[in-house]
């Protein structure tokens, strides 16, 4: 079964940056998919960040693309998220994401399956 911890969340001033962790057990992160999710109160959950199977390739939708970088360290099984020029729209939990399978779709969110137990990132004005 596929676990996922994150961790690196808290308190940042507009502006800052913040990394976020995403250790994996039960799948190497190597062999699948990863995504990072955010939830917004009373908004719907997003995909910010998805990196391919193979590592080549990374999603990012406009909101965040050139402030936020995913990335994973295969050694460690380890997936981050890179976060610079937060900004207050930028709050929310933070859900690192795994596809049943290979996760071949990996900018479609309705890909992944396994869920960490999120993160809280607020950004203050």
């Known amino acids: 079964q596929v676990q996922l911890v994150e961790s690196g969340g808290g308190l940042v001033q507009a502006g800052g940056s913040l990394r976020l962790s995403c250790a994996a057990s039960?799948?190497?992160?190597?062999?699948?998919?990863m995504g990072w999710f955010r939830q917004a109160p009373g908004k719907e959950r997003e995909l910010v960040a998805a990196?391919?199977?193979?590592?080549?390739?990374?999603y990012y939708p406009d909101s965040v693309k050139g402030r936020f970088a995913i990335s994973r360290d295969n050694a460690k099984n380890t997936v981050y998220l890179q976060m610079n020029s937060l900004k207050p729209g930028d709050t929310g939990v933070y859900y690192c994401?795994?596809?049943?399978?290979?996760?071949?779709?990996?900018?479609?969110?309705?890909?992944?399956?396994?869920w960490g137990q999120g993160t809280q990132v607020t950004v203050s004005s």
């Open positions: 994401a795994a596809p049943k399978d290979i996760g071949k779709n990996y900018a479609n969110p309705t890909t992944y399956e396994y």
């Open positions: 039960g799948r190497a992160v190597m062999t699948s998919a």
């Open positions: 990196i391919h199977w193979t590592g080549v390739s990374t």
